[in-house]
């Protein structure tokens, strides 16, 4: 009997892994696309886009697991508020472009 329980919860935690592991996969497909948006509205001036984009790539990656990348976007999210920095900008954007670059 235990040799079957012991199968059934290597089972399910397979499947929760598995499900897990897609996930992370989908955030860190998806990162790519959102960073060159970002980069995009950036050169825009577009910098609410900027903003908002990247506290969700904050917020999406701190539930992933990547603290990391997270902790870029916020930053990015942070500077972008005072557009007029155009140097701490900057800087948070090649932070996020590198942190994306080494996950991918």
Not at 41 to 64: H, L, T
């Amino acid at each position: 009997m235990q040799n079957r329980d012991t199968t059934t919860t290597i089972a399910n935690s397979s499947r929760k892994l598995a499900c897990q592991n897609a996930r992370v996969m989908q955030v860190i497909d998806q990162m790519v696309y959102h960073v060159d948006q970002i980069i995009e509205d950036a050169e825009q001036g577009r910098w609410e886009n900027v903003v908002r984009m990247s506290k969700v790539i904050a917020d999406e990656c701190q539930r992933s697991g990547y603290a990391a990348l997270g902790s870029a976007a916020s930053r990015l999210s942070r500077a972008a508020q005072d557009p007029e920095d155009t140097k701490t900008v900057g800087r948070s954007l090649i932070q996020l472009v590198g942190a994306v670059g080494r996950r991918v």
